[in-house]
């Protein structure tokens, strides 16, 4: 496809760059940290090597590990429908590259992703000649789409999704929203919320496809066996709740909760998840001013009867978690975060509870509800309550209603076929005007 014709960059579009301008200094501080790795920031770095370097590729980028896992079975259909075809999956973190080194799959190479700086990305660009982009969930990089409108370079953006915070926020900002959903060429939401709240920005009705939730599909990570025989002496299941994924303002409540379960059955646990483990040290003093022990993972530590809670400070390690435990309070959803997957809990046959705010999966969590396979929950009263009415019993009952609730739901949706028909479409289609000039 060759290039479109260019024009000026709208005001919005310049605003943004000198905005990234200003801040160029203290990325060039960071990277003079990275070492090597900086190379793939500045779009340097990832010669093609044996990787067919004929083969027409594709871009795919996703921001870390939750969305790139989410995108595995779109990339494992791509990669299998279309054999003429490699990938390049890009992301913003050290362990979101390596889960997809991990994977081994062929044609895939994985990069960490370029800045957001016009000249990174044509850098990239001229090395991997993309020949479309493909985006994950909400990585919507105002440079990253213009430069692949710029050269003719269809976007998808597959499990699309946008709070109704981030849309007021693009709603302030209508010129440079009108050029972003403009270089979009196509957008599955995650859910109707989000599909609408892109169409009230501006993008065409007839670039909207259905509702996906990409991580529907994706298969269950499995645990460690090693470590899951280790520690499972110390965690009973049917008495260990998993607090996943928790965020500032949650852990005081399901300590409180767990803490009352703690005073009533000595041989309860619980296994606290945050979703950032650098708040470790924060969340340690909560535990303590709960009258309450722990033990912490990254030190090697084990639960026991004087310790009945453990610090989960580490990355990558969810899929253990939740083989642990009999009940998963699934984070993000006593806080305005939009809550977390509840995929995996599901997958690994744990009962679900979740807090009101659940925007994220609202269709999902919805449908769990009206099943009676998830337990919603508003505060410490709440949890408490949930924790002391799930014995074993109701634990696997409300588990299987789970699995079979979600088992219908992969039944009736679209799937990842569906993203690889429309990325078909897109790279026969003749090139579109650029709307990220002019």
């Not at 900086?38 to 590729?57: D, F, K, Y």
């Not at 990174?120 to 982009?133: E, H, I, K, N």
């Not at 994924?245 to 619980?270: C, K, M, N």
């Not at 949890?383 to 209603?401: H, T």
């Amino acid at each position: 496809m060759p290039p479109l014709v260019r024009s000026a960059p709208s005001v919005a579009l310049l605003g943004y760059r000198l905005v990234l301008t200003l801040a160029a200094p203290g990325l060039a501080l960071r990277l003079l940290r990275e070492g090597a790795r900086a190379r793939e920031r500045l779009g340097l770095a990832g010669p093609r090597g044996a990787l067919e370097p004929r083969a027409p590729t594709v871009w795919l980028h996703g921001a870390s590990n939750g969305e790139l896992a989410s995108a595995r079975p779109l990339i494992e259909r791509l990669l299998v429908r279309r054999p003429d075809l490699m990938l390049v999956v890009t992301c913003n973190t050290l362990t979101g590259r390596a889960l997809v080194a991990g994977w081994n799959l062929p044609r895939v190479a994985v990069r960490l992703a370029p800045y957001d700086y016009v000249w990174t990305l044509r850098r990239f660009a001229a090395r991997w000649q993309p020949r479309a982009l493909i985006l994950i969930e909400s990585e919507l990089w105002p440079n990253r789409l213009c430069e692949m409108a710029r050269q003719g370079r269809p976007v998808l953006v597959a499990g699309a999704r946008l709070s109704a915070r981030s849309a007021a926020r693009w709603g302030r900002l209508p010129g440079l929203a009108r050029r972003l959903t403009g270089a979009i060429r196509f957008l599955s939401a995650q859910d109707a919320g989000s599909r609408d709240r892109f169409a009230a920005l501006g993008l065409p009705g007839n670039r909207i496809g259905p509702v996906i939730d990409l991580k529907a599909f994706a298969p269950a990570p499995a645990p460690d066996p090693d470590e899951l025989a280790r520690l499972a002496p110390c965690l009973p299941r049917e008495r260990t709740v998993l607090a996943a994924s928790t965020h500032e303002g949650e852990e005081v409540p399901v300590l409180a909760a767990f803490a009352a379960r703690y005073r009533a059955d000595p041989g309860a646990r619980l296994i606290l998840a945050p979703r950032h483990p650098r708040r470790a040290p924060e969340i340690a003093a909560l535990i303590a001013r709960a009258g309450l022990d722990h033990a912490t993972r990254s030190k090697g530590e084990t639960p026991g009867p004087a310790r009945p809670v453990l610090l989960a400070d580490t990355m990558g390690e969810m899929a253990l978690w939740v083989a642990l435990a009999g009940t998963s309070f699934v984070g993000g959803s006593l806080v305005p975060k939009g809550g977390h997957t509840p995929f995996e809990p599901a997958a690994g046959g744990s009962a679900i509870l979740h807090g009101p705010h659940v925007a994220n999966f609202a269709d999902t969590y919805a449908k769990l509800d009206r099943a009676g396979a998830a337990i919603p929950v508003t505060g410490a009263e709440d949890l408490a309550a949930a924790l002391a009415a799930l014995d074993g019993p109701e634990q696997s009952r409300r588990a299987a209603l789970a699995q079979r609730t979600i088992a219908a739901l992969r039944a009736e949706a679209p799937g990842p076929d569906t993203l690889v028909d429309a990325l078909d479409r897109l790279l026969t289609a003749p090139d579109a005007k650029d709307p990220c000039n002019g």
